[in-house]
Nanobody, 120 residues
Framework: QVQLVESGGGLVQPGGSLRLSCTVS????????MGWYRQAPGNQRELVAA???????NYADSVKGRFTISRDNAKSTGYLQMNNLKPEDTAVYYC??????????????WGQGTQVTVSS
């Protein structure tokens, strides 16, 4: 069973930085996409950043130039570097992994979420 565990959230002042980590345990046959989503109270969950197996990235307009998604395959860990944080970045951040299992099925897994609060 593949599991995702996020870490790195917390309270930061506006203009500060945080790095979120998503550690993957279990066996993945073939990666499709790793992504970070966020959900603020009263809002729908939205895509923040995604990284596909070919290395292409996709960012929400609101975070372009401030956030960077990456992964370290050797450590089975994905990252979201967040710089110049703004109060509107406050949300629960979720790691998402889409991968193919050995039978060829596309599997969708979510982490438990980590709270990011940007406030002075």
């Amino acid at each position: 069973q593949v599991q995702l565990v996020e870490s790195g959230g917390g309270l930061v002042q506006p203009g500060g930085s945080l790095r979120l980590s998503c550690t993957v345990s279990g066996s993945i046959f073939r990666l499709n996409t790793m992504g970070w989503y966020r959900q603020a109270p009263g809002n729908q969950r939205e895509l923040v950043a995604a990284l596909n197996s070919g290395g292409s990235t996709n960012y929400a307009d609101s975070v372009k130039g401030r956030f960077t998604i990456s992964r370290d395959n050797a450590k089975s860990t994905g990252y979201l570097q967040m710089n110049n944080l703004k109060p509107e970045d406050t949300a629960v951040y979720y790691c998402n992994l889409k991968y193919y299992n050995s039978l060829g099925f596309l599997i969708d897994r979510w982490g438990q979420g980590t709270q990011v609060t940007v406030s002075s």
